[in-house]
């Protein structure tokens, strides 16, 4: 498994690319960027200014790697930290398991 230091770093670059995602269950899409070292959340249904933070990227990357390989894209195994749907795009798109 990755360390949870260069996943942050993969992440702040996939912000910086301009390419937009999709959230794991593709209920919205969002457009990322990097700002002052987070990653500012740009998503049509957002309303108000959205950020993953290095701190909630870690809590969430430390559930993850707890969870079964089947249970790791599952939001609802994630209560620590709002951007949860966002953070798992990135994961996904990072580790492809």
């Known amino acids: 498994m990755m360390e949870f230091e ?6 702040k670059d996939m912000a910086n690319s301009g390419k937009e ?6 209920r919205t899409s969002f457009r990322p960027r990097l700002i002052a070292g987070e990653i500012e959340i740009n998503s049509t249904k957002a309303k108000s ?3 993953i933070t290095k701190d909630s990227a870690r809590e969430n990357y430390k559930i993850f790697i707890k969870l079964k390989q ?3 894209y599952n939001t609802s ?8 749907v966002y953070v798992l795009r990135f994961f996904k798109e990072i580790l492809m398991e």
Do not use: C, H, P
Not at 21 to 26: K, M, P, Q
């Open 49 to 51: 200014r959205q950020m």
């Open 21 to 26: 995602f999709s959230t794991i269950g593709r």
């Open 77 to 84: 195994n994630y209560t620590q930290t709002w951007d949860k």
């Open 70 to 72: 089947e249970d790791r």
């Open 6 to 11: 260069e996943l942050w770093v993969q992440m």
